[in-house]
């Protein structure tokens, strides 16, 4: 009984709370039963004091489901909640009693060296030793000061002190409490008064180590807000929560055991198509594991009267880099732009001088997705990826503002440009991007002949138009996915090597010679993962109303029907569970 007890409260870092696991559905039962108990017994008529201690009962909750996942790390989620309620509550008071005072700056400055010196240290201490180390020479190790600092208050001496491990979520609470900050030293929102509602604010576990990222704006208004659930919300939270099993369970990963693994692994075991169909089965995979962890964080919480914002936007219908980043993750997009993109100079400023609108514009949203890349991990692969998406977006802005006898003589000299260079080197990379481009002089060529002929437009060559762009867009992301996906789940000591190996081999593989004795026997052997695959895609792409429409649906339904369509899809859905659980994508970030 007493080792049943310490599994139940105790942390065991190799079995973490994860939504796809049994025992986080009766940790939830346990909660929902007990905050059920909360909202029917506590009488209406206290008011804010009810609604404190929802807030309070669901702050400790959420704790416990960090402690959890992340161990003793608790103490720096409960550092950075006491420093950011303090410090915001003292930016707020020097504003107020003097508007120019040059304290309120400081106390901000001091909140963004914390929270980012904290991100630093935990997410970066291999790369910056590894990028000093090889500039320079040196044999710098890495050292975690607060394993060192917790082995003096245990006479075992339990904690490593040569490596640093990275707390589970510190990527998005960081960035949710800097948010808070700023705002409040604009002015837009006040400070939460009471530590324990801002502490909620910062911990609500159904997001809390996955995202989406939640504004204070967003969020703070909802804790004095009486708990409401109408039918309708009821039925809606429980399709996000099994759609978003679904996902992660039926389509990422069954994927992910059954191919992407596999190749990612060792890329030179398999052929140059098997190579690209892991790539792309990777953009699909990643898109159902990180969108399937929101749906069930966004159907948890609207359980519990809270709502989140919208995360994902069919990202994949995108027919521009700069749409793919406005429906992906769209609440870190929306965070980079106020906190980052902006700050920098938006369209206005480049480093503080006036520049033309588009340059300022490009180079800032350079600057943000490489920053934005380097947020995802503490790798050059993951600096790479940024980069390329951000000249993408650059490129694609272009083109759209360039005439088509510019663009065809463009395309044109391009794609011979890269033709000569296969010739010239053999290279599996640039025949890879020589082929690609040859692709694409071929659609442009059509629709320039087509310009010619001032063919007018039609709702047949619009949707051939649409649908080009969807494909292109989609492709060109898959492509940034193999830089992305190679630095993944990696030690971080050896991050950088291994990455650059793995995205090196999968480029010669894929850029090497096919035959369709290696095609055809792979669509038959793996033909249930192609067939997952070309389902999932059919399915992201239906139209958006048909979604919106059989959610409604679902939701309209009578509770019996609900209950017995949630049985009937968790005996489905974990048929495809693995012997290994496999963890959410986006607890590495």
């Known amino acids: 009984m007493s080792d049943f007890i310490r599994h139940i409260i105790g942390f065991n870092a190799e079995s973490p709370l994860l939504f796809t696991q049994f025992y986080f559905w009766a940790f939830f039962a346990l909660v929902y039963a007990l905050f059920a108990l909360i909202m029917e017994a506590v009488p209406d008529r206290l008011g804010n ?16 489901f960090y402690y959890k996942t992340s ?8 550092f950075i909640t006491l420093s950011e309620w303090l410090i915001a509550a003292q930016v707020k008071k020097h504003k107020t009693a003097n508007s120019e005072s040059v304290i309120p700056k400081l106390l901000l400055t001091l909140s963004v060296t914390i929270d980012l010196g904290l991100l630093a240290y935990f997410k970066y201490a291999y790369f910056f030793t590894n990028v000093v180390n ?64 801002f502490g909620f604010y910062v911990s609500f576990f159904p997001q809390l180590v996955a995202g989406p990222i939640v504004r204070a704006e967003e969020f703070v208004p909802q804790l004095y807000k009486p708990f409401h659930l109408s039918r309708r919300a009821f039925g809606i ?24 693994d596999r190749v990612f692994e060792n890329p030179l075991l398999f052929s140059g198509f098997e190579n690209l169909f892991a790539l792309f089965a990777y953009s699909l995979q990643v898109y159902a594991d990180f969108s399937g962890y929101t749906d069930i964080a966004i159907g948890v919480a609207m359980l519990m009267g809270f709502y989140l914002p919208m995360n994902f936007n069919s990202p994949y219908k995108s027919k521009t880099p700069q749409e793919f980043w406005r429906r992906w993750h769209m609440s870190l997009g929306r965070w980079l732009k106020s906190y980052l993109y902006i700050p920098l100079g938006g369209n206005r400023t480049i480093l503080g001088f006036k520049a033309p ?82 692709i694409i002089w071929f659609v442009t060529a059509a629709r320039y002949i087509y310009f010619l002929c001032e063919g007018a437009d039609t709702k047949f060559t619009k949707a051939l138009g649409t649908a ?17 996906r190679s630095s993944s789940n990696l030690d971080p000591a050896t991050a950088n090597e291994v990455a650059w190996e793995t995205a090196k081999n999968m480029v010669n593989q894929i850029g090497g010679a096919w035959t369709n004795a290696v095609i055809l026997p792979f669509l038959w052997e793996f033909r249930w993962v192609v067939a997952m695959f070309v389902a999932g895609m059919i399915i992201h792409w239906l139209p958006t109303n048909w979604k919106r429409r059989y959610r409604l ?21 974990y048929q ?12 590495q970030f």
């Not at 607060?146 to 075992?156: Q, R, T, V």
Request: proline residues 2%; glycine residues 6%.
């Open 237 to 260: 939270a429980v399709f996000w929560i099994i759609n978003g099993l679904a996902k992660k369970i039926i389509m990422s990963d069954y994927l992910a055991v059954n191919i992407i």
């Open 357 to 438: 609108k588009l340059w300022a514009a490009n180079f800032n949203s350079l600057i943000t997705q490489v920053l934005g890349g380097l947020w995802h991990g503490a790798s050059w692969n993951f600096v790479l990826w940024g980069a390329i998406n951000g000249v993408g977006m650059i490129i694609e802005k272009i083109w759209r503002e360039t005439g088509w006898h510019l663009r065809f003589a463009a395309m044109t000299l391009l794609t011979a440009g890269l033709c000569i260079a296969d010739y010239l080197t053999n290279l599996p990379v640039w025949r890879l991007f020589a082929v690609w481009a040859a």
């Open 576 to 587: 495809f569970v693995t012997a290994d659980m496999q963890p959410f994508i986006y607890f």
């Open 553 to 573: 649906m679902f939701s309209a339904m009578p509770l019996w029907l609900i209950v017995l369509v949630v049985c009937l899809a968790i005996i489905v859905i």
């Open 134 to 197: 090889d500039w320079f020479g040196t044999e710098f190790r890495v050292f975690d000061i607060f394993a060192y600092i917790g082995n003096g208050f245990s006479p075992s001496g339990r904690f490593s002190v040569d490596t640093i491990v990275l707390p589970v979520g510190i990527s998005f609470y960081i960035f949710q409490v800097i948010s808070y900050t700023v705002d409040v030293f604009r002015g837009r929102i006040q400070p939460v008064k009471n530590i324990l509602d």
């Open 49 to 64: 004091k009810k609604l404190h201690l929802r807030n309070v009962y669901l702050m400790f909750v959420s704790w416990f």
């Open 71 to 78: 161990g003793l790390f608790l103490l720096i989620l409960a």
């Open 468 to 484: 080009w762009a969807v494909l292109q867009t989609f492709t060109f992301i898959t492509f940034t996915r193999l830089f992305f």
